[in-house]
């Protein structure tokens, strides 16, 4: 009888009828690949504990297709080396089998990994923080998305505080790669529409031991301000200390890239007066997610962990709506629960919507950012202005 029992079990494993036990199915393996190393290192830890957030909010509610769990496979991007990137990125793909990726971060690699692995595997994609503009017209298939909003809209809302601000006149830096130019490009061709003057604009890399140079040329053009649009942790905050200590300029335009509390902490010297914007809302959804990751030990305030926890959520909520982890469905369903119609769902209610979409109903995903998808699956996005005193930051308002 036992050997019956055997040989009609291997006959079922041979068929494909055997079915395991629910407590015995792989978990759904989701990509995060950030810069855990090189020029935002500071700021990356947050950001993907956010995404990892809504991730363990989705496998605690016990709604995910059936019961499932999500496990989480981390990837360095390194923010700079698009062949790092891209090769962190096949090994997700291929090796991990990951069904869908958190990031990438920097838009180098983002596009990169966009271009060279993601899409040609049909791999969806959801940055919480690239902004090139460019990546609005990447040939992406509809395989690409991102929370964070594009800086052709960061660099109008720069220009008009600048203006605001009443400086007529700004020298700019940009670290030289495709998000200082996108930046750099459209906060200019803003700022000299509103009337203002650019005295000189001068690209910056991230790993010179020395900045006296670019911060003389930038000082030899007269202005009295400097527009830092860089990397916090490499090549921005060292621009910014060589200006104060050869006394060119103490005063700061920082965007989001420069934003953080290691920018305060390793500066020597006081940035009172430096201001700047970085994505935020002041909405329900932000003050219930920074609450929650208050709770889960995550640093709130600092830019894109918002956008990694709805980047997250988004990929979750797609793989439900689509009914299965086929990488395909998973990406034909980023916009459905995206956007209206629906229940709007905000953080810490994914479980919630996950029993929606079990039982055929429609979610609006609005989340910690706002969200809402256009053009090429991109967030419309909002923008807090700041300014630094002394050894803080305080919020001005939002845009």
Do not use: W
Request: charged residues 20%.
């Amino acid at each position: 009888m036992k050997n019956k029992s055997i040989v009609k079990i291997i006959v079922l494993l041979v068929l494909g009828t055997f079915f395991v036990p629910a407590y015995a199915v792989a978990d759904i393996k989701i990509g995060i690949i950030l810069g855990f190393t090189g020029p935002i290192e500071s700021l990356t830890p947050d950001m993907g504990n956010s995404a990892e957030l809504a991730f363990k909010e989705a496998s605690d509610s016990g709604q995910l297709l059936g019961g499932q769990k999500i496990s989480v496979v981390r990837a360095d991007s390194t923010c700079i080396d698009a062949a790092a990137a891209s090769a962190a990125a096949e090994r997700l793909i291929t090796s991990d089998k990951v069904v869908g990726i958190m990031g990438a971060d920097c838009s180098g690699v983002t596009t990169a990994i966009a271009n060279n692995v993601a899409v040609p595997k049909g791999v969806t994609m959801i940055s919480p923080s690239a902004t090139s503009p460019a990546l609005s017209t990447i040939n992406d298939n509809g395989y690409f998305f991102r929370t964070a909003p594009s800086d052709a809209r960061q660099g109008q809302v720069l220009a008009e505080v600048t203006m605001e601000r009443g400086h007529t006149s700004v020298a700019v830096t940009f670290v030289n790669n495709d998000y200082g130019k996108g930046l750099s490009d459209s906060f200019i061709g803003a700022y000299k529409g509103l009337g203002g003057k650019i005295t000189a604009a001068v690209p910056h890399d991230t790993d010179k031991a020395d900045y006296s140079a670019e911060v003389a040329s930038l000082n030899a053009s007269g202005a009295s301000i400097l527009a830092v649009l860089g990397y916090i942790d490499q090549g921005g905050r060292q621009m910014i200390q060589s200006s104060i200590d050869s006394g060119a300029f103490d005063k700061f335009i920082l965007a989001d890239g420069m934003y953080g509390e290691s920018l305060l902490k390793n500066v020597d010297g006081d940035l009172s007066g430096t201001f700047g914007t970085v994505p935020g809302t002041d909405s329900k959804g932000a003050a219930r997610f920074s609450e929650m990751a208050k709770s889960a030990g995550i640093k709130t305030g600092g830019p894109y962990t918002g956008e990694s926890y709805d980047a997250g959520a988004l990929l979750v909520l797609a793989m439900q709506s689509g009914g299965s982890t086929d990488r395909a469905a998973l990406a034909s369903n980023v916009f459905a629960v995206a956007n209206a119609p629906g229940e709007k769902i905000m953080p810490g209610e994914l479980g919630k919507a996950l029993r929606i979409l079990a039982s055929g109903g429609a979610v609006d995903y609005v989340g910690a950012t706002n969200v809402e998808l256009i053009g090429g699956g991109e967030a419309s996005g909002s923008y807090k202005e700041f300014e630094v005193n002394g050894k803080s930051y305080s919020t001005v308002r939002f845009r």
